[in-house]
C-alpha cells in the first residue's frame, strides 16, 4: 500500500512534468525580462485572459509588498491586456493561444515557467482577482515573510481563497480600473468553511462561504475548494496537482498542524464578485472552457439570476489581516 | 563619551547581511569601541572584501583569520577565541570585551551600556546555568550535551546524529568530563572583563579542554559558560543581550513594528534584527549624543510576545479548525471552542422550554440543530452567526464542520440546541466524545410527541420503536469509552418525579458563575392519558422500556404541582 502510493505519485508528478513540457512550444514570448533579474527575487506567476482593467491595481498590490518580477502568460486576450502589460518594466509577457482547458487551466504554462524560472526561489502563484493577505502585511513585505520561512525551513505557505462580496447587487457598484475592489466587495463569510483531510495528498480540502451558501446548498460536494497553496520555495521537480490547491510532492501540502498547533498561513482575498461577473460568467460559460464542465459558472447564472445579492445579516466587513486572524480565518503562528 | 576607566572592545561573529554588519562595526567604533571581526569562511571572498573595503577607514577595526562556522559546531567557539585573543592582543586598552553578531542591535546608547559597566567592573555578565535548571534546550539534550560525543552535524546529517545518540544511549556510552568542570549552559552572548577572559584563554588545560568541548553539541553555549566558573570573581549570571528563542531553538527576529516593543525592552543589544529591517538601523544606529535614554523599561511586553508565539504555534486555540491548524483525534480534535448544552426530550415536556432556558441560562437557545427537514437556528433565521446555512443539506455534509464553526463562531455566548432521535444522529460521535459538550437527556420523551399526536397507538407504533432504537443506540454511545461529553441521563418517569433538581443542575453546570437563583422555573406539561398510551403501545406488541417505570394514570390523579415542596437552597 505504501510503497503502491508512493509509485503513484511519483508518476503523477512525473506526468505532470512531462505534460507541461510537452506544451512549452504553446508559449511564445511577447516580453522577456528574467535576464535581469536581482538575485533571489521573489516573483509572481499568473495567467490572464482580458484583464486590462484589474491589472493596474493587481500589479500595483503586489509591487507593494515586494514582488520583484511578474511572469505572465496571456491567453488570447483581446483587450490589449498584452500591450499593457509588454510596457511594464518588470513584467515579462508570453502568449498562449491554445485552449484553457487544454492546459490543465493554465497550470501547464504557469509550471513550465516556474519550473525554468522558479528554481530555488520564492514563487507566488496567485490570479488576478487573488490579493495575498498574510499576517504583518502592513508593516512586514513579502521578503520578511520569505526569509522566516527560509529560517524555519517550510518550503510552502497556505492561504486560502475568501470570497469578498458587496452589499447589494454586483452592477450597483461599478470597478473603475486602479481602484481597490475592495472598496466596493467589502464582505465575507466568516465561519461557514468545512474541512476534510485528503489521505491522498494530505493537504486539506476546504469549501464554504457565500458560493458554496448560495449557489451549491443543494450539492455542497461540487462546492469549489478555497484552500490553496500560492507560496512556494520553487524546486523543478515540484508540481501542482490541481490548480493552487494542491502540490506533489505531497509533503508541501502539509501547512497545517496536526497535533493542535497553528501554523502561520494568509488569506486570498478574492475579487471575484464584482459588476464585471455576470458579465463575465455568460462569457466563460460559452467557452466552456472551465472546470467541471464550466458547472461552477453554470450555477452562479442560476444563482445569480435568482438571487443577485450575496450579502446577508451576518456578512462580516473587512478590515485587516488581524481581525482575519481573531476569526481564525489565518494565523500568526509563531511569527511575532 | 566613554567612561573613565571603562572600555569595551566588540568581537562580531558575522555570516550574513554584511552590509548591516559594517553598518554596525562602524556604529561601535565611532562610540570608540574597538571591534574584531569574524566572518564564517562560507562567506564568499568578494562579499567579504567589500566589507573590509567599507570599513578600511576605521582605524581600531581588525579581521580575525576566518574558519567555517556550523551551528552547533566548536567552529563558532574557535572562531572566538581566535578574535577575543586577537582584541586582548592588539588593544591593550580594553577593560570589556563584548561578544556579539552581524546582527545584534544595540537598543540603547552606547554610553549607557559602558556607564553600566562602569557601575560593575568587576563583573562578568554571562548567562551560566547548570545542566540541571535550564529549560530551554532543544531535542532534550542538556546533560548529554556534555557526556556524549556529537561528530555529526544537526542540520545536514540529522540521521546520523539520532542514531549516533541512540547508539551511545544504548552501550549506556558516557565521556569523561575534564577534571574540576562543571557544564553550564547559557546564551552565547556575553560581556566579560579582561582578567576573565584572559584566564579563559590562557588556561593552563586549554588543550584538553578544547579537545573535549570539540566533541560536545553547542558549545558556544557552554564552553565560554562553563569555564567561567573556573576563573570568574563575581559572574552575573544574565546576558546583557535580548535574545529570544521560538520552541525549535531558532532566534526570533525584530522587525520594524518592535520599534516600541524594543524601545521598552531592560537589555542593551537585541539578537536578531532583520537586515532590512530599516526603521530600527535608522532609529537604533544614530550617534549616542541624538539619542534620548530609553523610557521607563517594561521588558514584561516583550516576554509576553514571544511567549505567546509560542503557545499559539504549539497549543494553538481550542475548537478552532482552519487551514493551518487541524488536529488529530488525540490531541484535541474533536474538541469544539467553548462549553455548549444538548438537550434531548426536554422540549416536549416543557412546552416553554426554549425561552425559560435562554433567561436562565443567558444563552442562545436554539431548536433542532440537526432536525431533517431544516437546521432551526433560535429565532428561525435562516443565515446564522458567520453565514452558517439552515440547508440540511449543506450542514449534512460535513456535520462536525457545521458544529465546530457554531461554537467557533458564537464564542463568549453559550449555545444550547435539542437534540433527539428524530435528528439526523451522524453528529452524535462528534458531541459525545467532544470535552466541551453537556449532555441531558431525558429518555422515552420522544413519545410525547406521538401520544399527542392522537394518532392511534397501532399507527405509530413502528415509529415509536425506530425511536426508540435510535435513542438508545444514542445512549450507549454515551456510555462508551470514547465519551469525554459531560452527560446526565434521566428516565422520563425518574424525571417527572422530580423536575425541579434536574433543571437547577443543568442551570449550575452550564451558567456556573449565575449568581442570580431561579426564581420561575417551566411549567410541565400535563401527563394525563400517557399512561395509558403507553399500556396501549405495549398491546401493540412494542416494548417502550427507555420511559422507565411510568406510573398508571391513576397514580398520577393527584400530581404535585411541579415546584411545590419547598427546595432547599445550596
Given amino acids: 500500500m505504501g510503497l503502491t502510493t508512493i509509485l503513484r505519485l511519483r508518476t503523477r508528478r512525473q506526468y505532470l512534468l512531462v505534460r507541461a513540457f510537452r506544451r512549452r512550444r504553446q508559449l511564445t514570448p511577447v516580453a522577456d525580462r528574467t535576464a535581469d533579474l536581482p538575485a533571489q527575487p521573489i516573483l509572481l506567476f499568473s495567467t490572464v485572459r482580458n484583464e486590462r482593467m484589474r491589472l493596474p491595481y493587481f500589479l500595483t498590490y503586489y509591487r507593494r509588498l515586494g514582488v520583484d518580477h511578474f511572469l505572465i502568460v496571456d491567453n488570447g486576450s483581446d483587450d490589449g491586456t498584452r500591450d499593457y502589460l509588454a510596457s511594464q518594466p518588470d513584467v515579462s509577457v508570453w502568449s498562449a493561444t491554445a485552449g484553457y482547458k487544454q492546459s490543465r487551466f493554465g497550470m501547464d504554462w504557469v509550471m513550465h515557467l516556474l519550473r525554468h524560472h522558479g528554481h530555488g526561489r520564492w514563487c507566488l ?39 469578498m462580496y458587496p452589499k447589494g447587487a454586483m452592477h450597483e457598484q461599478p470597478y473603475r480600473e486602479g481602484q481597490n475592489p475592495f472598496e466596493i466587495a467589502q464582505y465575507f463569510d466568516s465561519g461557514n468553511y468545512v474541512i476534510s483531510r485528503n489521505p491522498l495528498y494530505r493537504n486539506l480540502w476546504i469549501q464554504g462561504g457565500p458560493r458554496a451558501r448560495l449557489f451549491f446548498s443543494d450539492r455542497p460536494k461540487r462546492a469549489p475548494a478555497m484552500n490553496k497553496i500560492p507560496l512556494v520555495k520553487w524546486d523543478r521537480a515540484y508540481a501542482y496537482a490541481s490548480s493552487t490547491h494542491m502540490l506533489l510532492p505531497r509533503r508541501l501540502n502539509l501547512v497545517y498542524d496536526d497535533q493542535g498547533g497553528e501554523k502561520p498561513s494568509g488569506v486570498l482575498l478574492h475579487a471575484k464578485f464584482l459588476d464585471t461577473f455576470a458579465a463575465r460568467a455568460a462569457e466563460e460559460l460559452a467557452r466552456g472552457e472551465h472546470y467541471a464542465q464550466s458547472a461552477e459558472y453554470r450555477a452562479y447564472r442560476e444563482g445569480i439570476s435568482r438571487e443577485r445579492d450575496l450579502w446577508c445579516n451576518w456578512s462580516e466587513k473587512y478590515v485587516n489581516w488581524r481581525q482575519l486572524e481573531i476569526l481564525g480565518l489565518m494565523s500568526k503562528g509563531n511569527w511575532a | ?47 567579504f572584501d567589500g566589507l573590509r573595503a567599507a570599513l578600511k577607514d576605521l582605524p581600531d577595526i581588525r579581521f580575525s583569520p576566518r574558519l567555517p562556522c556550523d551551528w552547533g559546531s566548536f567552529g563558532i567557539v574557535r572562531a572566538t577565541q581566535d578574535a577575543a585573543t586577537r582584541m586582548l592582543a592588539d588593544f591593550p586598552q580594553v577593560t570589556h570585551i563584548l561578544l556579539a553578531s552581524g546582527s545584534c542591535l544595540p537598543i540603547k546608547p552606547v554610553r549607557a551600556l559602558q556607564a553600566h559597566l562602569a557601575r560593575h567592573p568587576d563583573t562578568d555578565f554571562i548567562e551560566s546555568v547548570t545542566t540541571a535548571d535550564v529549560g530551554w534546550t532543544i531535542g532534550g539534550l542538556s546533560e548529554e550535551r556534555f557526556t556524549l560525543r556529537f561528530p555529526f552535524r544537526w542540520k545536514s546529517q540529522r540521521r546520523l546524529f539520532d542514531g549516533y545518540v541512540s547508539l551511545q544511549r544504548f552501550l549506556r556510552f558516557r565521556r569523561r568530563l575534564p577534571k574540576g568542570l562543571v557544564p553550564h549552559l547559557g546564551s552565547q552572548w556575553w560581556c566579560l572583563t579582561r582578567p576573565t577572559l584572559q584566564a579563559i584563554l590562557h588556561h593552563k588545560d586549554r588543550a584538553r579542554i578544547d579537545r573535549y568541548f570539540r566533541r560536545v553539541w553547542i558549545p558556544d553555549e557552554s564552553y565560554f559558560q562553563s569555564l567561567v566558573r573556573q576563573v570568574s570573581t563575581r559572574i552575573e549570571s544574565r546576558s546583557l543581550t535580548l535574545s529570544k528563542f521560538d520552541y525549535q531553538g531558532r532566534p526570533y527576529i525584530f522587525y520594524d513594528d518592535h520599534l516600541h516593543l524594543l524601545r521598552q525592552a531592560d537589555a542593551f543589544i537585541a539578537r536578531k534584527a532583520w537586515p532590512q529591517a530599516r526603521v530600527l538601523y535608522d532609529t537604533f544606529l544614530t550617534p549616542d549624543g541624538d539619542r534620548e535614554l530609553a523610557t521607563e523599561p517594561s521588558p514584561g511586553k516583550i516576554n509576553r510576545l514571544f511567549a505567546k508565539a509560542v503557545e499559539r504555534r504549539v497549543k494553538g486555540r481550542p475548537g478552532l479548525y482552519m487551514q493551518s491548524r487541524f488536529p488529530i483525534r488525540a490531541r484535541g480534535g474533536t474538541q469544539s471552542a467553548a462549553p455548549y448544552g444538548v438537550f434531548s426530550g426536554f422540549a416536549p415536556l416543557f412546552p416553554e422550554f426554549q425561552p425559560w432556558l435562554a433567561r436562565a441560562l443567558e444563552a442562545r437557545v436554539h431548536g433542532h440543530l440537526f432536525a431533517f427537514d431544516r437546521v432551526q437556528f433560535a429565532g428561525g433565521e435562516s443565515v446564522f452567526k458567520g453565514g452558517l446555512s439552515d440547508s440540511p443539506t449543506l450542514r449534512d455534509y460535513n456535520p462536525r464542520s457545521f458544529l465546530a464553526n457554531l461554537i467557533w463562531n458564537t464564542r463568549g455566548e453559550t449555545q444550547c440546541f435539542q437534540f433527539g432521535p428524530e435528528d439526523e444522529q451522524a453528529i452524535a460521535p462528534m458531541i459525545a466524545s467532544d470535552p466541551n459538550a453537556s449532555i441531558f437527556l431525558i429518555s422515552g420523551a420522544f413519545a410525547i410527541p406521538l401520544w399527542q399526536s392522537g394518532r392511534s397507538a397501532a399507527e405509530v407504533r413502528a415509529e415509536a420503536a425506530r425511536l426508540q432504537k435510535v435513542e438508545s443506540d444514542f445512549i450507549q454511545l454515551l456510555k462508551g469509552p470514547e465519551t469525554k461529553a459531560r452527560t446526565r441521563v434521566w428516565s422520563l418517569a425518574e424525571f417527572i418525579e422530580n423536575p425541579a433538581e434536574p433543571l437547577e443542575q443543568l442551570v449550575d453546570q452550564l451558567n456556573p458563575r449565575g449568581a442570580h437563583r431561579m426564581t420561575e422555573l417551566p411549567q410541565l406539561l400535563a401527563l394525563h392519558g400517557f399512561g395509558s398510551f403507553l399500556q396501549d403501545l405495549r398491546n401493540q406488541g412494542m416494548a417502550p422500556v427507555l420511559m422507565g417505570d411510568f406510573p398508571s394514570d391513576a397514580e398520577l390523579a393527584l400530581p404535585a404541582p411541579p415546584f411545590a415542596r419547598p427546595r432547599v437552597v445550596r
Fill in chain 1, 125 to 163: 502563484t496567485v490570479d488576478v482577482d487573488e490579493f495575498l493577505v498574510y499576517p504583518f502585511c502592513e508593516t512586514r513585505p513579502l521578503r520578511a515573510l520569505t526569509d522566516w520561512l527560509d529560517s524555519a525551513e517550510a518550503p510552502s505557505f497556505a492561504a486560502m481563497i475568501l470570497d
Fill in chain 2, 1 to 47: 563619551m566613554t567612561q573613565p576607566g571603562v572600555r569595551m572592545g566588540v568581537v562580531m561573529l558575522c555570516h550574513a547581511a554584511l552590509d548591516r554588519a559594517a553598518q554596525l562595526a562602524r556604529h561601535w567604533a565611532d562610540h570608540g569601541c574597538p571591534v574584531v571581526i569574524h566572518v564564517d569562511s562560507r562567506v564568499p571572498q568578494p562579499q
